[in-house]
């Protein structure tokens, strides 16, 4: 893998690509209100580093000394993450693949209120969360103050994302998992702060569609031996029920990354396999309007081209967030 002067090449770039759309969108002022404060502060912190750590960059203006001020006077270089162009990819995006700005802000939006139901309500047994293939998500940062946080993922993009995260109140638990080649019990065993004995949450999401169907059936076994108590939170993406664009741009999409997504599964196998493995599907959503109450929508004449993408387009045809206990 590529290393640079400054830092690192950025491991997943289906990881980078779910970073930079959110970190874009949930600056808009009709979303911003919809996640609260902490989940702004994860994403303003790690811009900055981002932008010392990962390829916004190129390795040719890094090398340079008088390329690096004129770096540092350039607004739209020190601030990338706001540059007017934005937008405008984002725009690009959501045409190539409709309904993909409404389900990055869906799917974020849904994994928060439950992981927050799953540990505020007095009825939920959860007091820890395991995210696998956490990527560079904020879960773990925002949660890690209400219970033992546990992220999961390929060696390089812990590595990684343990150089990115603020050092501020980090209590996270990072673990090296290839869900391909390493046992989870095994894994989990070894890390002291993890109990078997507390009920967790384990989260995937954006995850389930670059593991082989054997490895998830063994995943989830596995976490229901850890403790019965267990419960599952996952996306769901059933690329059979997109148009025949949307399905091509987003294959294409994550085959250019050199990332490679598995069979397609659809939801009734994906909830078999969860059955057959202890766990039954106790709630789903499917869009934002499922997650808000009709007086917290924003007012249409007031939204802004991009928040009208998010917020009043349908999200992606067989994409859903899938609870099971
Ligand atoms: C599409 S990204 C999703 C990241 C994050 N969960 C999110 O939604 O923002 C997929 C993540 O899964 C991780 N991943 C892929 N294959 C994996 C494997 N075999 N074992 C562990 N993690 C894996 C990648 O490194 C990447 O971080």
Request: hydrophobic share 40%; net charge negative; charged share 20%.
């Given at each position: 893998m590529e290393q640079t002067p400054l830092g690192m090449n950025i491991p997943s770039k289906t990881a980078f690509n779910v970073y930079s759309k959110f970190t874009t969108l949930r600056k808009q002022p009709a979303i911003a209100p919809l996640f609260p404060a902490s989940v702004h502060s994860y994403y303003n912190l790690t811009e900055v580093k981002m932008n010392r750590l990962g390829r916004l960059i190129s390795p040719q203006i890094k090398g340079k000394k008088d390329a690096a001020c004129e770096f540092q006077d350039n607004k739209a270089f020190r601030d990338p993450w706001n540059a007017a162009w934005i937008p405008k990819l984002l725009a690009l995006d959501d045409w190539l693949l409709k309904g993909d700005l409404h389900h990055i802000v869906f799917r974020k939006l849904a994994l928060h209120r439950t992981i927050q139901d799953r540990l505020m309500n007095s009825n939920?047994?959860?007091?820890?969360?395991?995210?696998?293939?956490?990527?560079?998500?904020?879960?773990?940062?925002?949660?890690?103050?209400?219970?033992?946080?546990?992220?999961?993922?390929?060696?390089?993009?812990?590595?990684?994302?343990?150089?990115?995260?603020p050092t501020l109140n980090q209590k996270v638990h990072f673990n090296d998992f290839d869900a391909t080649k390493n046992a989870l019990d095994q894994c989990l065993k070894h890390q002291?702060?993890?109990?078997?004995?507390?009920?967790?949450?384990?989260?995937?999401?954006?995850?389930?569609?670059?593991?082989?169907?054997?490895?998830?059936?063994?995943?989830?076994?596995?976490?229901?031996?850890?403790?019965?108590?267990?419960?599952?939170?996952?996306?769901?993406?059933?690329?059979?029920?997109?148009?025949?664009?949307?399905?091509?741009?987003?294959?294409?999409?994550?085959?250019?990354?050199?990332?490679?997504?598995?069979?397609?599964?659809?939801?009734?196998?994906?909830?078999?396999?969860?059955?057959?493995?202890g766990f039954a599907l106790v709630n789903e959503w499917a869009n934002i309007p499922e997650l808000l109450d009709e007086q917290s929508i924003p007012n249409e004449a007031k939204l802004n081209s991009i928040e009208q993408k998010v917020l009043h387009q349908k999200n992606m045809n067989g994409c859903s967030i899938l609870h099971f206990k």
């Open positions: 939920s047994p959860i007091t820890q969360l395991v995210i696998l293939g956490s990527g560079i998500d904020h879960i773990g940062w925002v949660f890690s103050n209400e219970c033992a946080c546990f992220e999961l993922d390929i060696e390089p993009m812990i590595t990684f994302k343990k150089k990115l995260l002291p702060a993890f109990h078997s004995n507390r009920a967790s949450l384990f989260i995937t999401e954006g995850f389930i569609d670059y593991i082989p169907k054997e490895n998830l059936a063994s995943l989830l076994s596995q976490i229901k031996q850890l403790n019965p108590e267990n419960e599952w939170l996952s996306t769901h993406f059933d690329r059979s029920l997109l148009s025949h664009n949307q399905r091509f741009f987003f294959e294409i999409g994550v085959q250019i990354t050199g990332e490679h997504l598995q069979t397609n599964l659809r939801k009734e196998q994906i909830v078999s396999i969860g059955y057959d493995n």
